[in-house]
């Protein structure tokens, strides 16, 4: 076997060192929310559930938007090969509560592992995967090497790399380059992490952005049809996956478009903010009820917080209008625009949503999107799709259009992946 470049020997030994540790720092977490307390033997590599016999294959994904997106390739897997146990691992409370609610029956669930050496030894050695199939930028050393060493095969899908990452990444070349050389694929996401990744050794495959290809988040058709019922003839805008500082930018523009008795839904990324998001949308002067607490959208509200977990699909149904979060405030990077397209809603962006610039450059140019650089200008785009609603329709069209043509590249995709996978 190669030996670990000298970067990669010196981090797993201060992994190492942090062993005996570990499960103190995991119960501090557990304390603050961070962790599931009854699961942490997982994060340490211990499972709590026996490894069933024959093939397996592990998916991972770390946190919701990247567990979400696995999905259709779960359910790919498992319609095309049902001989394969299937094994997903997460790294959030959030990311879990989700999965738990959408697996398919029989695909496991388990945490991940942390990167020391014997955690990441002890979850290979129980599961036995034959195939590791990671998403996005998961990029944990011991964990991959320790895979390699075993004659996993490995893919990395939907790979992406940020600028500030790969500069990190760059001052320890050999250790980047024995990482990525341990996939035998990888699908990037675009242009610009492609780039990133071949100047740090990786073998770039086609491309591949699994939030592209998946299907339209799970709607409740009888709670669907009760807020219907409650809402009435008024004009529903959701701001979805907002961020702090978002949701002032979306009070305003939406009093400022002055939409009658529209409804403002705000669905923060993070619904434990809600009540904090409630509090601003009150005294904003906005009358403000919490779905996590029983409020419903009556006649007299003007702001419904939709602080729930998982029901996003529901808000989009909903929405005339969708503005999406995560772009209207430096850092974040924005969030997937195909959620609200597949169900053909008209959708409204910030100027920072780096993370999908070029799925939102394509939407842009086929009028499937619109940005909106701050509030005033998000104000007058609302007025305009309000009051126009043929305009909203052909845009929300656009978006579904677009959102339809992306399944393609998962058939690429699964093409490539199967020599990966056991006969």
Same mark, same amino acid.
């Given at each position: 076997?190669?030996?670990?470049?000298?970067?990669?020997?010196?981090?797993?030994?201060?992994?190492?060192?942090?062993?005996?540790?570990?499960?103190?720092?995991?119960?501090?977490?557990?304390?603050?929310?961070?962790?599931?307390?009854?699961?942490?033997?997982?994060?340490?590599?211990?499972?709590?559930?026996?490894?069933?016999?024959?093939?397996?294959?592990?998916?991972?994904?770390?946190?919701?938007?990247?567990?979400?997106?696995?999905?259709? #390739?779960?359910? !790919?897997?498992?319609? @095309?090969?049902?001989? *394969?146990? =299937? +094994?997903?691992?997460?790294? $959030?409370?959030? &990311? /879990?509560?989700?999965?738990?609610?959408?697996?398919?029956?029989?695909?496991?669930?388990?945490?991940?592992?942390?990167?020391?050496?014997?955690?990441?030894?002890?979850?290979?050695?129980?599961?036995?995967?034959?195939?590791?199939?990671?998403?996005?930028?998961?990029?944990?050393?011991? #964990?991959?090497? !320790?895979?390699?060493? @075993?004659?996993?095969? *490995?893919? =990395? +899908?939907?790979?992406?790399? $940020?600028?500030? &990452? /790969?500069?990190?990444?760059?001052?320890?070349?050999?250790?980047?380059?024995?990482?990525?050389?341990?996939?035998?694929?990888?699908?990037?996401?675009?242009?610009?992490?492609?780039?990133?990744?071949?100047?740090?050794?990786?073998?770039?495959?086609?491309?591949?952005?699994?939030?592209?290809?998946?299907?339209?988040?799970?709607?409740?058709?009888?709670? *669907?049809?009760? +807020?219907?019922?409650?809402?009435?003839?008024?004009?529903?805008?959701?701001?979805?996956?907002?961020?702090?500082?978002?949701?002032?930018?979306?009070?305003?523009?939406?009093?400022?478009?002055?939409?009658?008795?529209?409804?403002?839904?705000?669905?923060?990324?993070?619904?434990?903010?809600?009540?904090?998001?409630?509090?601003?949308?009150?005294?904003?002067?906005?009358?403000?009820?919490?779905?996590?607490?029983?409020?419903?959208?009556?006649?007299?509200?003007?702001?419904?917080?939709?602080?729930?977990?998982?029901?996003?699909?529901?808000?989009?149904?909903?929405?005339?209008?969708?503005?999406?979060?995560?772009?209207?405030?430096?850092?974040?990077?924005?969030?997937?625009?195909?959620?609200?397209?597949?169900?053909?809603?008209?959708?409204?962006?910030?100027?920072?949503?780096?993370?999908?610039?070029?799925?939102?450059?394509?939407?842009?140019?086929?009028?499937?999107?619109?940005?909106?650089?701050?509030?005033?200008?998000?104000?007058?785009?609302?007025?305009?799709?309000?009051?126009?609603?043929?305009?909203?329709?052909?845009?929300?069209?656009?978006?579904?259009?677009?959102?339809?043509?992306?399944?393609?590249?998962?058939?690429?995709?699964?093409?490539?992946?199967?020599?990966?996978?056991?006969?």
């Amino acid at each position: 076997m190669t030996p670990r470049p000298f970067a990669l020997s010196i981090y797993a030994a201060a992994l190492g060192l942090l062993e005996p540790v570990a499960g103190a720092l995991l119960r501090r977490r557990a304390a603050r929310g961070k962790e599931d307390p009854a699961r942490l033997n997982e994060r340490l590599g211990r499972p709590a559930r026996p490894r069933p016999p024959g093939p397996l294959v592990w998916l991972h994904a770390v946190s919701v938007g990247e567990s979400v997106s696995l999905l259709p #390739l779960v359910q !790919a897997l498992r319609t @095309r090969r049902p001989d *394969l146990t =299937l +094994l997903v691992t997460s790294g $959030t409370r959030t &990311s /879990a509560d989700l999965l738990a609610r959408r697996l398919p029956d029989g695909v496991i669930h388990q945490y991940a592992p942390i990167d020391t050496p014997g955690a990441a030894a002890r979850f290979l050695d129980h599961w036995k995967p034959h195939a590791g199939l990671l998403v996005e930028s998961e990029l944990w050393p011991n #964990l991959i090497l !320790a895979a390699k060493a @075993r004659g996993v095969k *490995l893919a =990395l +899908l939907s790979a992406r790399i $940020t600028d500030r &990452s /790969a500069r990190g990444w760059a001052r320890a070349r050999k250790a980047a380059k024995a990482v990525l050389g341990a996939f035998d694929l990888v699908l990037v996401q675009e242009a610009a992490s492609e780039a990133r990744l071949k100047f740090l050794g990786a073998r770039i495959g086609p491309r591949l952005n699994l939030k592209l290809v998946g299907e339209r988040l799970p709607v409740d058709g009888d709670e *669907l049809q009760r +807020l219907k019922a409650l809402i009435g003839p008024r004009k529903v805008i959701l701001a979805a996956s907002t961020h702090p500082g978002e949701e002032i930018i979306a009070a305003h523009a939406f009093e400022w478009a002055d939409l009658g008795d529209a409804l403002l839904i705000v669905a923060p990324r993070h619904p434990e903010r809600g009540a904090a998001v409630a509090e601003l949308l009150t005294q904003e002067g906005l009358r403000t009820v919490r779905r996590s607490r029983g409020g419903d959208p009556g006649p007299e509200v003007q702001a419904y917080v939709a602080d729930t977990l998982g029901e996003l699909g529901l808000f989009f149904q909903l929405a005339d209008v969708v503005v999406m979060g995560g772009a209207f405030k430096p850092g974040i990077g924005g969030h997937n625009p195909l959620e609200p397209a597949r169900f053909g809603a008209p959708i409204l962006t910030g100027p920072e949503a780096f993370n999908a610039a070029e799925v939102y450059a394509e939407m842009f140019a086929e009028a499937a999107a619109i940005e909106a650089a701050d509030a005033e200008t998000l104000a007058r785009h609302l007025r305009g799709l309000i009051g126009e609603p043929r305009i909203a329709r052909r845009f929300g069209e656009a978006a579904l259009a677009y959102a339809e043509r992306q399944g393609e590249a998962l058939e690429v995709a699964l093409a490539r992946l199967t020599p990966l996978l056991p006969a």
